[in-house]
């Protein structure tokens, strides 16, 4: 029990420090991230198979970036543990006159929600952002409704040996500017409840992949 007790300690620490990083960057975050990664998240919300009416969570929604790619006649549920990233997607939503987009602050290892309540779940670039992704990549499963779908895009440590390698040197640097660089892909696709339907590379260089899994029935 003490064990268990100091590793929740731990992770909580962690998750403030991630919130810490992301709260300093938030004003500078659609620089770059949108240029860097918008190919990415414009091919994941591509890939939903959007119904009229349907639920759709996006973790770590950050500043909005992806708030135009979402049609209108589904409602859009965004989370993220950083206040400062939420105040702009806040602001980016008010421009847009955009409806059906609720902003709700929250630690993606604690979903406040039911079973079920979503009919997709888009996880872009947080899963190596998160202390206990395993944790996260659960309560994605979770609050999935059976036969929905779950994109997650995230870089994931290379099958290449000396890319591994490096990825895993400089992960203690990545880890203060607000990544790892040494997630296992096995984090996402072992997830129980989620089966994998397909994984293509995105991005620049091909570096990041988006991976699309389904929850079983």
Known sequence: MARDST????????????????????????????????P????????????????????????????????????????????PMLDRARARLEEMGREGIELRRMDARKLRFADSSFDHVLAPYVISVVPEPERVMSEIARVCRPGGTVIVINHFLSANAVLR??????TPLSRWIGFRLDLPVAVVESTPGLELVSARRVNLLGFWSLLELRKRY
Not at 12 to 32: G, K, P, Q, W
Not at 41 to 61: I, K
């Open 7 to 38: 590793a929740e300690e731990m992770a909580t620490l962690e998750s403030r420090r991630v919130e810490r990083v992301y709260s300093l960057i938030a004003c500078a975050y659609d620089a770059f991230f949108d240029w860097a990664f918008g």
């Open 40 to 83: 990415g998240r414009r091919r994941a919300v591509a890939c939903l198979p959007f119904r009229s009416g349907d639920r759709v969570l996006e973790v770590g929604v950050g500043t909005g970036l992806s708030f135009p790619l979402y049609p209108r006649n589904c409602h859009v549920t965004g989370i993220d543990i950083a206040e």
């Open 165 to 170: 390698f490096l990825e895993r040197l400089l």
